[in-house]
């Protein structure tokens, strides 16, 4: 998602600056629906009420849209806590009820839309227009 930077987001660490970036909960959701969100709204117009067409954004430094915002990303990761200690790409616990999304959605505020930000959900009971998968296809 910040492909290879040490900043909360693709674009750097304030979220102000994510404009033209990511689909999240913005200005022109809080004017469609003001009692939707009970978080912090971004302060820029992003063009979409809901999710967008892939590619409305700037990719990241890696060539990837879409990482940040519009749906939360299913990943192979069981949620739960990780182990103690400092660790490089943690995988949390070995089996667990839900999986890791990440990525955050059209709805989520800035926190929910940081890199780091994971939080858990059952596939197959857990669905709807926030979650989803990204497909990444490389040319040989």
Do not use: E
């Amino acid at each position: 998602c910040r492909a290879g930077t040490k900043t909360a987001y693709p674009w750097g660490d304030n979220p102000d600056d994510g404009k033209g970036w990511a689909n999240g909960a913005d200005q022109r959701l809080k004017k469609k629906k003001p009692n939707v969100h009970a978080g912090w709204f971004f302060n820029w117009d992003d063009g979409f009420v809901y999710t967008s067409p892939v590619g409305s954004f700037k990719a990241n430094a890696f060539g990837l849209y879409d990482m940040i915002g519009n749906a939360a990303q299913w990943c192979q990761d069981w949620y739960g806590p990780y182990s103690s200690g400092d660790t490089t790409d943690p995988t949390g616990p070995a089996s667990a009820q839900g999986r890791v999304l990440r990525g955050g959605s059209w709805y989520n505020d800035a926190y929910g839309c940081r890199a780091a930000n994971r939080y858990g959900g059952t596939p197959g009971v857990w669905s709807s227009s926030l979650v989803g998968f990204r497909v990444v296809s490389g040319t040989p």
